[in-house]
């Protein structure tokens, strides 16, 4: 296994289409993270599910925002009507269920730039 | 809501010296881990600690979890210029397993 892969690595889009990104994780990993970072500062929390269930959605997502894991393996981040403010790194991030040694690893990020 | 700080934002040293970087919050994490991460790709984990009062060494770089599982600290010794990066701590929750990040330490050490 490589590892968290995530694809596109980048994304130029024109405000108001469609984006769709893809995160394969690490096989064994039933947790699946999804996080957004802009220059410099730390991986802001999206969305994270266990196995194909979303338990968690951060308020400040706004509903242009979903996320998918139908099988329980790779994962999809989809926004909608784009705006530039989406600009960003999007990270995904993987790790097994468990106590607090159950350690998550990311992928490369697809780096979205909305012009 | 758990929220982890961390302080400085910013460091800028020459080479040699020694920094260290903290991660404070008011809530218990399970776990803590320690990130660094280069421009344009995403965060490579150096270690996780667990247990209250833990320390643990890589290399040059020395991590300690908090007595109380809510602070940790990284402390580097004679760094040097490949340690430039972007350090970030990042906790999880003992409740919902989600794993939470500061702000981050942007470090640049000058040859």
């Known amino acids: 296994d490589t590892g968290v892969s995530q694809d596109p690595r980048h994304k130029i889009t024109k405000r108001g289409q469609n984006v769709t990104f893809r995160c394969d994780p690490i096989?064994?990993?039933?947790?699946l993270y999804w996080y957004r970072q802009t220059l410099g500062q730390g991986p802001e929390f999206l969305t994270y599910?266990?196995?194909?269930?979303?338990?968690?959605k951060s308020r400040l997502l706004s509903d242009r925002f979903s996320a998918e894991r139908p099988k329980g393996s790779f994962s999809t981040l989809e926004i909608q009507r784009t705006e530039q403010g989406d600009s960003a790194m999007y990270l995904c991030?993987?790790?097994?269920?468990?106590?607090?040694?159950?350690?998550?690893?990311f992928g490369q990020g697809t780096r979205l730039t909305v012009v | 809501t758990q929220l982890l700080e961390q302080s400085p934002q910013f460091l800028s040293i020459q080479e040699g010296e020694n920094l260290t970087v903290y991660c404070n919050s008011s809530s218990v994490f399970s776990s803590l881990q320690w990130y660094r991460q280069e421009p344009g790709e995403g965060p490579v984990l150096l270690v996780t600690?667990?247990?209250?009062?833990e320390v643990k060494k890589l290399k040059r770089l020395t991590f300690q979890f908090g007595d109380a599982r809510k602070d940790s600290s990284l402390h580097i010794t004679a760094a040097q210029p490949g340690d430039t990066g972007l350090y970030l701590c990042a906790g999880r929750s003992s409740n919902t397993g989600k794993l939470i990040f500061g702000q981050g330490t942007t470090l640049q050490v000058k040859p």
């Open positions: 599910f266990q196995n194909e269930a979303q338990l968690e």
């Open positions: 600690v667990v247990t209250g009062g």
């Open positions: 096989s064994e990993h039933n947790r």
């Open positions: 991030a993987s790790s097994p269920t468990g106590g607090g040694l159950a350690e998550a690893f």
